[in-house]
C-alpha cells in the first residue's frame, strides 16, 4: 500500500550501508587482526590477511601472558567469580524482594530506601572499606578449608532435603530442579574448595582480601542493592490473587512462596543472573586492586595486561585474539536474549 | 481488609524471608559503608592498614582539600575538582545526545515500511551493544594508536584517493595536548582525547537507543498515520506530530537511564583514554580509582568516594526531577 519510491529507498540503503560499514569496522578489523600472522605493528591498513592463520588463538590458549598462570586457570577463576557471585546474590536476594514486594513490616520502607540508595553508588566507591576490612581477616589455608567444608555440608544439607522434601510431596517442578541442583552445585564447588585448601595445611597464610572469596565478597556486596530492587520491581508486577487462590487451597506461606511466586520469577531470575554475570565477567577494578598472586588473575585483568602494562612486549594479534575469546561467550548469549536483557535493562534503573 | 489479614497471617515469615539478605548486607555492605565514613575523616595510609597503627582523626580536612583542588591533599598532578566534575557532568550530557539523537533516526529509517535488508540490518546493528565496555574500550584504544592505528590508517587510504597527504591523518587521538573547538567552552577546551571518548561512546551506545525506539515505534498505531495522510499530513510533519512526541514516554527513561549510566563510565576513563592528556578527560569515579590504587591516599579516597555518592544521587534526583517534569506535561 504505502509503497517506497525506488529513489528513496536507494538513498536510504546508501545511508545504512554506510553506517553498517561504521558498525562493522572494529569487530572485522579486530576479527581480522585476530587471525593474522603477522605481529608487528601495522603500517597499511590490513582488514583481512592475505593467510590466515589460528596460531593467536591457539598461543593465546596455551598462555596468554608472560605470567605464570595458564589460559584454564584464568577462564576458572573467571568462571568461579562470576557465576558464585551472580548465583549467591540471586540467592540471597530473592527472599528480601519478595518480602519488599509482598508485606508491610516494622522497618520496611526504611530498609527500603537504603537498598535503593545503595543503587546509587558507583560499584568503585565501595571497593575500599571492603579492601581495608578484608585485609584484616587472615588465617590459615587448613582453617579456611574447615569452614568451607562446613557451609559445604550444611548447603548440601539443606538443598538435599529441599529437593527431597519437593520429590516426596510431588511438587517437584523443573525450576525446583533448578534451585535445588543449582545449590548442590554450590554445595559441591564448596567442598572441592574446602578439600583443595585443606589439603595446603596450617603452613599457608591465607588472607581473604587477597583471595577470589574476598573479591567474590565485594562484587556480591555491590551487586544485592540492584538484585533486590530489580527482582521487587518484577515481583510487584504478579498479581497478588493468585497467593491469595493459592492460601485459599491450603498452602502454607513457603509453598506459595516456592510453588507459586518463583516458578513465575524464573525468567526474570535468569535474566538477573545473566546481567550479573555478565558484570562479574568483565569486572576488573575490584579484582586489579585485591589480588596480587597471578594465579588468581581473571580473564579482564589479564587483557589490561595485555594492553597496559607490557603493551609493548606483546603483539597485536595476540591482544586481537585474546579480545575475542574474552567477548564472545557474553556476545553470544547477550545476541540470542537480547530482546528480554534490554527490557530488563530498562526495568532495572542505574548502575555503573 | 483482605490486605491487613494477608499481612497479619504472615507473622513472622516476612522477617524471616528478609534476615538473611539484611545479615550479609549488614555485614559487606552498610558495615563497611560506615568505616568509609569514618575513614573518611582519618589520614588513613598504606602504613595505617594494620590495625596496631590506627591513622590520625583529621576532622573535614580530606574534604576541604578536595573541595578546594588541594594539591598537597589529593596528589594527583593537576587535580581540580571543579574541572573534573564539569567534564564530567558535559561528557554524559554530549554523549547521551549524540546518541540519543542517532540511535532515534536510525530507528525511524529501519522502521519505514517497504525498506529492504531490514532483518540484516537490525541484527548487524545490536553487536557493538552486546560486547563487554571493558573490551569495546581497550580495542578502540588499539584503533586509536597514532601511528598504526585502525582509524588513522583508514583515514589516510580514504585520503589518499583525494590526494590527501598521509601526515594529515597522523591524529594522537589519545595523547595530543591540542583543544581543537576552542569554542566550545573558553574556560575549559575539550581536548582531542575527549573526541575520541565520544566517538567510542558513539559507537557502542547509539545501538542501544536505536532497540529501545525501535519497540516504542512498533507500539504506534498505524491508524494514527493513515488518518494524518487522509488529512494531507506530508511525512516530516507525520515525523514531527505523531512519531516523536509518541517515542517521548519511551526515550525520556532511557535517556535518563543512559545519562547516570555514561557519568559514572569507569571503563572509557580508565581503559581508553587513562585520563590523558593532564588528567583533562578524567572522571570523578576513575580519579577515585587512582587514589585507592595508585596513590593509596585510602583516607582521601574515603572522602571521594562520599563525595562521589552525594554526586551521583544528586544527578539521580535531577534526573528524575525532569523525567517527572516532562511527564506532567505529556499529560
New interface residues.
Partial sequence: MNKLKLKNQLSAQLLLIIITITVMFPIVYIFGLSINPDGRRPSELVIFPAQPTLANYAQVLDRPTANPVSFSQLLSNSLMLSTGSAAMSLLIGVFAAYAFSRFKFVGRSFLMSAVLGLTLLPSVAGLLPLFILLNRIRTNAAVVGVAMLVLAILAIVIFGMFLLSRIRNREAGGWTFVFGLGGLLIGALLLYGGIINFAKGTEEEFILRNSLYGVGITMISGGLPFTIWYLKGYLDTIPKELEEAARIDGASFNQTFFLVVLPLAVPVLAIRFFLSFMGDWTEFYISWQFLTDPKDYTLAMTLWNIVGQYAANISWNIFAAYSVVVALPIAVVYAIFQKQIVGGLTLGGVKG | M?GSS??N??GI???I??L???L??GL??????F??VW?SFTN?QLAN?R?ENPPEFIGLANYIGILNNDIAVVKIADFSFWKHLFFNIWWAVSSVFTTLIAGIL?AI??N??????KKA?RV????????????VN??????F?P??G?IN??L??IGSVFGLPREMFEINWLGSIEHPIGLLFPWQPMPVTYYAMLISNF?RGW??VT??ATGALQSIPKELYEAASIDGATGPQKLWSITLPLLRPAMV??AI?SY??T?????IA??LTGGQPFHETELL?SI??RL??EQRL?GV??SF?VI??IV??IM?LLTNRITRATESYDS
Avoid at chain 2, 546493528?125 to 565496555?133: G, H
Avoid at chain 2, 557519568?263 to 571503563?267: A, E, G, M
Fill in positions: 483482605r494477608n499481612a497471617s504472615a515469615w516476612p522477617y524471608f528478609v538473611p539478605t539484611f550479609v548486607m559487606i555492605t552498610f558495615y563497611p559503608i568505616f568509609n575513614m588513613f592498614i590495625l536510525i529509517v529501519l519505514v515500511e517497504g525498506l529492504w535488508f540490518y548487524m546493528f545490536i553487536l557493538p551493544m552486546v560486547i563487554p565496555n571493558l573490551v581497550t580495542v578502540w584504544r588499539n584503533m594508536d601511528t598504526s585502525a590508517l583508514a589516510m587510504a559507537w545501538p542501544w532497540v529501545i527513561p532511557a537511564l547516570n549510566w557519568f559514572n563510565l569507569l571503563d580508565y581503559f569515579v577515585l580509582f585507592v590504587n585510602y579516597a574515603a568516594a562521589v555518592f551521583s544521587t539521580f
